[in-house]
């Protein structure tokens, strides 16, 4: 289309404004789908510093109320989810490619953005009833289901409740047996040798500008001086990496094979990727008391979902000639999977660890706030204290070992497309 654009004498303004973008609506659309579930997932972080609305609810109710903070977390997921829906039902109809979509499956999506906008009046309209009407013994509503709430809370922070006996020695297990050696070596091992080490990684995996990179950041992380509690923040982030991996690649391969898998993961995926992530922290505040591990859990489901969709996608979008190939040689479906399937969509799987690492990342600082150490605890020092200056300076290691963690995992794909043509 491009071409033949060219080709009638339109100049490069012509071909961008009338033809590549309204082409391009449908993934426009999907970018402000995207852009608007991750805004709505940081409305927390502006009310750490007075930003006001449900934000300012879910961070005031941190220590004082973790009832009424659950509740305002899951009041944003219900506006994300909705949100979600109506802007994707609009991206599909003004795809000029809907001609593959049948009248019943516009009828659909018509109806999707129906029942979206109803649902937000409908909720706004029980928020209005729960605040204004009355139930027995002259409470609100409201107060009725903060209360079966904070009666959960309890219930699971009790040393003799089931959950408590599941969920303690599991946290106690990974501070012992994996954080805590983990955070040892990385911290006592000779700065050179982790720089060393971190910048071989990023040369055979992304290349050498990406591990040019990779070493000045780590360079400027012991510049700072803030080299211990980044090592203590990259041993959170390694830990809560390859759980979310695991998990994001198993599901996703899962979901890529089975259409019942991934209609099922879909809404869950949205409730983990829109619930501001101090609520993931609290419900594990109670679960694992221990200070470090409800930032590791928080990170997993907070990292995972967008492992799942990176891997299912890739998965999905390997060439069909590929698979029939491997059918007419009389692969399996198991072998069509492991050794055409998984290995076609590498770098998807690639991106997903890239992703689910700044993820993991965005987390575990947030989990400084409840003490979990490293950088994120010198940030929330920083706020809470007043003392800007060890905030920047953190925030600014926190940056750089963003920045590094990326350009390790990032992956080369120029490189690996040559190699395979």
């Known amino acids: 289309m491009v071409e033949a654009a060219e080709a009638l004498g339109s100049t490069g303004t012509q071909v961008l404004t009338k033809v590549q973008l309204p082409l391009a609506r449908r993934m426009l659309l999907l970018g402000v789908n995207q852009t608007i579930l991750f805004a709505l997932s940081m409305v927390v972080i502006a009310g750490l510093i007075g930003g006001g609305g449900l934000g300012d609810v879910v961070t005031s109710g941190l220590y004082s109320n973790p009832a009424l903070a659950i509740l305002a977390g899951f009041a944003i997921v219900i506006m994300a989810i909705a949100l979600d829906r109506a802007t994707e039902a609009i991206a599909e109809q003004t795809d000029p490619a809907r001609r593959h979509l049948t009248d019943a499956a516009l009828k659909r999506l018509r109806l999707l953005t129906v029942a979206t906008a109803l649902g937000i009046g409908l909720a706004v309209g029980l928020a209005y009833a729960f605040g204004a009407s009355k139930i027995y013994s002259g409470r609100t509503a409201l107060d009725w289901l903060l209360a079966q709430i904070q009666s959960w809370l309890d219930y699971i922070q009790d040393p003799g409740s089931f959950v408590f006996g599941i969920t303690e020695p599991i946290g106690n297990f990974l501070i012992e047996h994996v954080l805590l050696p983990l955070q040892d070596f990385l911290v006592e091992t000779p700065w050179f040798i982790t720089v060393a080490g971190l910048t071989a990684i990023a040369l055979v995996v992304s290349g050498r500008r990406p591990a040019l990179t990779a070493l000045a950041m780590l360079v ?28 994001g690649v198993v599901l996703g391969v899962w979901a890529a094979e089975s259409k019942a898998v991934s209609r099922a993961l879909r809404p869950v995926n949205d409730v983990l990727q829109t619930l501001p992530q101090l609520v993931y922290i609290i419900p594990f505040i109670y679960l694992m008391p221990v200070s470090i591990v409800p930032g590791i859990v928080a990170s997993v489901l907070y990292a995972f979902p967008v492992v799942v969709r990176l891997v299912e996608r890739g998965v999905r979008d390997v060439a069909p000639e590929a698979v029939e190939a491997a059918g007419a040689f009389g692969a399996t479906r198991r072998q069509v999977l492991v050794k055409v399937k998984v290995p076609l969509a590498g770098d998807a799987i690639m991106l997903g660890v890239n992703q689910g690492i700044i993820m993991v990342l965005a987390v575990v600082v947030i989990g400084g706030l409840v003490g979990s150490g490293g950088l994120g605890y010198l940030v929330a020092q920083g706020l809470q204290r007043g003392e800007f200056g060890l905030g920047l300076v953190a925030s600014l290691g926190i940056l750089a070992l963003g920045i590094a963690l990326d350009r390790v995992t990032q992956g080369n794909r120029r490189r690996r497309g040559d190699i395979n043509v």
């Open 220 to 247: 400027w992380i012991g510049v700072l001086g803030v080299w211990e509690p980044a090592m203590q923040t990259l041993s959170q982030v390694l830990v809560a990496t390859l759980i979310a991996v695991a998990l």
